[in-house]
T-cell receptor, first 111, second 112 residues
Framework: KAGVTQTPRYLIKTRGQQVTLSCSPI?????VSWYQQTPGQGLQFLFE???????NKGNFPGRFSGRQFSNSRSEMNVSTLELGDSALYLC??????????FGPGTRLTVL | KQEVTQIPAALSVPEGENLVLNCSFT??????LQWFRQDPGKGLTSLLL?????REQTSGRLNASLDKSSGRSTLYIAASQPGDSATYLC???????????FGTGTSLTVIP
C-alpha cells in the first residue's frame, strides 16, 4: 500500500511570492491534515480536510489556505511569502479519528 | 487549549540500555495518543497508537502506556540500539476534532 506522498520535496522562493504544495493521501483515507514544523515552534497544526470540507483550522494567518479534491488529494497554498514561512511542511492522512500517517514533507526556504 | 510536554528534551544512553520517554498533556479529554519517531529532515514515522479506552500498546521492543486521568503517557524502549537514535514525539487528539497537539519531542542518542 503506497504511503503519503508530498510534492515537491524541496522548494526555494523569495519573499512576496506564493507557493502551492501538494499531498496525496493513502488510498481510502479521506482526512488530510497539514502541519508546519520549525526549530523554534515545533509542529503546529495548520488545517484538516475531510471529504473536501475544512473541519479544523489552526491559528495561522489567512495567507495560509488549502483545499481538498474529490480524490482526497489536498493542496496547501501560502501567499505573500515571508521569511518566517521557511519550514518543513508535513501532511498526514487518516481514516476519521484514527492513526495518522505522515508524508516525507516539503522543505520550503524563503529568501 | 491542550498542551503537551515531553521530558527529557534530550537523552543519551549506551547501547543495550532500557529507557523510558515521558509525555504529559493538560486536557484528559483525548480521543487517542500516538507516538512517532522523526529522523533528521524527514517526516514522522508512526510507532504506536493508543485509543483513549486502552492502557497500553506493544510493538516489538516498544511499549507505550496511557494514564488518561493523570494526563501521562510513557514510551518504553527495550534493549536500545544505535538505529533507535531519532527524535520521539507524542501527539494527542481531542474528542472534538481530528487535530493533533504535538509535544516538543525527546532527542534520543544511543551510543554504540
Amino acid at each position: 500500500k503506497a504511503g503519503v506522498t508530498q510534492t515537491p520535496r524541496y522548494l526555494i522562493k523569495t519573499r512576496g511570492q506564493q507557493v502551492t504544495l501538494s499531498c496525496s493521501p493513502i488510498s481510502g483515507h479521506r482526512s488530510v491534515s497539514w502541519y508546519q514544523q520549525t526549530p523554534g515552534q515545533g509542529l503546529q497544526f495548520l488545517f484538516e480536510y475531510f471529504s473536501e470540507t475544512q473541519r479544523n483550522k489552526g491559528n495561522f494567518p489567512g495567507r495560509f489556505s488549502g483545499r481538498q479534491f474529490s480524490n482526497s488529494r489536498s493542496e496547501m497554498n501560502v501567499s505573500t511569502l515571508e521569511l518566517g514561512d521557511s519550514a518543513l511542511y508535513l501532511c498526514a492522512s487518516s481514516l476519521a479519528f484514527s492513526e495518522q500517517f505522515f508524508g516525507p514533507g516539503t522543505r520550503l526556504t524563503v529568501l | 487549549k491542550q498542551e503537551v510536554t515531553q521530558i527529557p528534551a534530550a537523552l543519551s544512553v549506551p547501547e543495550g540500555e532500557n529507557l523510558v520517554l515521558n509525555c504529559s498533556f493538560t486536557d484528559s479529554a483525548i480521543y487517542n495518543l500516538q507516538w512517532f519517531r522523526q529522523d533528521p529532515g524527514k517526516g514522522l514515522t508512526s510507532l504506536l497508537l493508543i485509543q483513549s479506552s486502552q492502557r497500553e500498546q506493544t510493538s516489538g521492543r516498544l511499549n507505550a502506556s496511557l494514564d488518561k486521568s493523570s494526563g501521562r503517557s510513557t514510551l518504553y524502549i527495550a534493549a536500545s540500539q544505535p538505529g533507535d537514535s531519532a527524535t520521539y514525539l507524542c501527539a494527542v487528539v481531542g474528542n472534538t476534532g481530528n487535530q493533533f497537539y504535538f509535544g516538543t519531542g525527546t532527542s534520543l542518542t544511543v551510543i554504540p
